[in-house]
């Protein structure tokens, strides 16, 4: 009898362990399930372009015997981003000038829509001309320091076809495009939602001593520095009227380059731009209502350099140590040349964090990278070894780790060069032909989306405008990087790129479950991670 009793407590014993499991299995179920659903993006070169990847088809049938394991911390939040995107030039707007209408803004929605493209958030353009324009210009007649002929009218007039040797021959389908009606065009995309810093690569020739060429090298006088900071806000002021609102201007394009450019340039000393801002650019933004000193936040940004950061710190220190000059600035901007360094020094990440440590309250933005374009091979060039004027590389896996390096050191946004160029990297008069994110063909309208094009997507598509960046930590291998943000819906973006030629099991571990995924060979994939509602 005593057996049967104990039979009968230890079989409601089991059922209680039983139904106990059950509950604690379907808790953690209903945890998993109320937590995040995981979409993976995936571009790589084995021709996957931000393709979405079956996740259950991809660990049935993909077993790879590297292991990555990632742990998040989305409580951990660094820097709140800006954006991500390319710059509007006027061989940009060239380019689309010759294509259909229809074509044309099938472009611009596949630069700009977040949801149908790669929805750029951060993008950049010239004050006066620049390498990317067809030829040299500047608003006003030469020699009115009054600047009573100022107008904007050289990004509005269109082309005719003839500015020169590479447009000639080419028909326009809308020759009145230009760079203003781009951007214009562009913030009407549907849900388009970008900034733009503007710089000027030279002033007027006759504001300047020691050209080689026509606003070439040499560098602007002082006397015409009261001239020049009115200028530059009449500009701001130009775009405003038009319906363009500026996030941002640079002082001065590449201002170490006053000797040896082939291009529209200008030298600007640390001391020169330290007191050209100081003493003429900040309180001319200041008085035309521009610039809040109060709240640098609520106007227009200032960022000073906007060179290369491997010699980035010793030029803004110049500045940010004069408080009458700081108070001005919100930032820095920096461009990554030359690109074949970059992997030795580790992507110049420590300067990067030094100048984070050294300058806190300041803001970083990488304003600048390109490549040499190879017309022969556009896509291909991005996965093999390319070598251009600054030596040899790969771009894919420079681009790549160079924009997860900068913003794990606290970068806020990345721009490359000119968004879009015809399939030989022109319109540009002086043989320095670069690729983009888009090439277009404008004699067969052929439209090509690089590499680039992906690669740039995997940041601004799923790291929106006012996302912050959190920490992850976990395996450190060779070959391996990333970095991951919060939008402010709560989503995560975690980017991974695999440089290596071997696949590795990913595990992502947050809030006590994990996400697994595969990230074949020579990949870049965004990890998005959306809450369902």
């Given at each position: 009898?005593?057996?049967?009793?104990?039979?009968?407590?230890?079989?409601?014993?089991?059922?209680?362990?039983?139904?106990?499991?059950?509950?604690?299995?379907?808790?953690?179920?209903?945890?998993?399930?109320?937590?995040?659903?995981?979409?993976?993006?995936?571009?790589?070169?084995?021709?996957?372009?931000?393709?979405?990847?079956?996740?259950?088809?991809?660990?049935?049938?993909?077993?790879?015997?590297?292991?990555?394991?990632?742990?998040?911390?989305?409580?951990?939040?660094?820097?709140?981003?800006?954006?991500?995107?390319?710059?509007?030039?006027?061989?940009?707007?060239?380019?689309?000038?010759?294509?259909?209408?229809?074509?044309?803004?099938?472009?611009?929605?596949?630069?700009?829509?977040?949801?149908?493209?790669?929805?750029?958030?951060?993008?950049?353009?010239?004050?006066?001309?620049?390498?990317?324009?067809?030829?040299?210009?500047?608003?006003?007649?030469?020699?009115?320091?009054?600047?009573?002929?100022?107008?904007?009218?050289?990004?509005?007039?269109?082309?005719?076809?003839?500015e020169n040797e590479q447009v000639q021959g080419i028909k326009l389908i809308e020759p009145t495009y230009d760079i203003i009606p781009m951007i214009l065009e562009a913030s009407k995309i549907p849900g388009a939602n970008f900034n733009i810093i503007a710089s000027p690569w030279s002033p007027p020739s006759w504001m300047k001593a020691g050209e080689t060429a026509e606003m070439t090298n040499g560098s602007l006088m002082p006397k015409y520095y009261g001239i020049w900071a009115e200028y530059i806000s009449k500009y701001v002021s130009a775009y405003k009227e038009k319906g363009i609102d500026l996030w941002g201007i640079t002082p001065q394009n590449?201002?170490?380059?006053?000797?040896?450019?082939?291009?529209?340039?200008?030298?600007?000393?640390?001391?020169?731009g330290r007191d050209f801002l100081r003493d003429h650019l900040g309180p001319q933004l200041v008085k035309d209502g521009h610039l809040k000193i109060d709240d640098l936040e609520a106007g227009l940004r200032v960022l000073i350099y906007d060179h290369n950061k491997s010699t980035m710190n010793d030029y803004v220190t110049i500045t940010y140590q004069d408080p009458e000059a700081s108070k001005y600035a919100w930032g820095t901007a920096f461009h990554w040349y030359a690109n074949s360094e970059l992997d030795e020094n580790n992507f110049f990440a420590e300067d990067l964090k030094s100048h984070k440590l050294e300058w806190p309250n300041k803001g970083m933005i990488h304003s600048e990278s390109s490549i040499d374009i190879d017309a022969d091979e556009p896509i291909g060039q991005?996965?093999?070894?390319?070598?251009?004027?600054?030596?040899?590389?790969?771009?894919?896996?420079?681009?790549?780790?160079?924009?997860?390096?900068?913003?794990?050191?606290?970068?806020?946004?990345?721009?490359?060069?000119?968004?879009?160029?015809?399939?030989?990297g022109q319109p540009n008069p002086y043989d320095n032909f670069n690729s983009a994110p888009v090439l277009i063909n404008p004699e067969t309208d052929e439209v090509i989306y690089t590499p680039l094009y992906y690669l740039l997507s995997h940041f601004s598509k799923f790291i929106r405008p006012n996302a912050k960046r959190i920490a992850i930590t976990g395996d450190e291998l060779k070959g391996i990087s990333y970095t991951a943000a919060k939008n402010e819906d709560e989503s995560i973006a975690v980017i991974v790129f695999n440089a290596n030629e071997v696949p590795y099991q990913l595990s992502l571990a947050l809030n006590g479950y994990t996400y697994s995924c595969s990230i074949p060979p020579r990949a870049l994939q965004t990890i998005h991670l959306k809450k369902p509602r």
């Open positions: 009898m005593k057996d049967q009793r104990y039979n009968i407590r230890l079989k409601k014993l089991s059922y209680l362990v039983i139904i106990t499991l059950i509950m604690v299995f379907w808790s953690c179920e209903e945890k998993a399930s109320a937590d995040y659903h995981m979409s993976v993006y995936q571009t790589s070169q084995a021709g996957d372009n931000l393709k979405l990847v079956d996740i259950e088809a991809q660990n049935n049938f993909t077993k790879a015997s590297n292991n990555l394991s990632l742990q998040l911390q989305p409580e951990k939040e660094f820097q709140e981003y800006i954006g991500f995107g390319a710059s509007f030039t006027e061989s940009s707007a060239w380019n689309l000038a010759t294509i259909p209408v229809k074509l044309r803004k099938a472009v611009l929605t596949n630069l700009f829509s977040p949801t149908k493209g790669a929805g750029f958030s951060l993008t950049r353009t010239h004050i006066n001309s620049s390498d990317y324009s067809n030829n040299h210009y500047t608003y006003i007649d030469e020699g009115d320091e009054s600047l009573s002929s100022f107008s904007i009218h050289e990004d509005m007039k269109g082309f005719s076809g003839n590449e201002p170490l380059h006053y000797h040896d450019a082939r291009w529209d340039s200008n030298g600007f000393t640390p001391e020169q991005y996965w093999r070894e390319s070598t251009d004027y600054a030596g040899t590389f790969v771009p894919f896996n420079t681009y790549a780790n160079d924009i997860i390096t900068d913003l794990n050191a606290g970068t806020q946004g990345y721009v490359e060069w000119c968004m879009i160029l015809s399939h030989k």
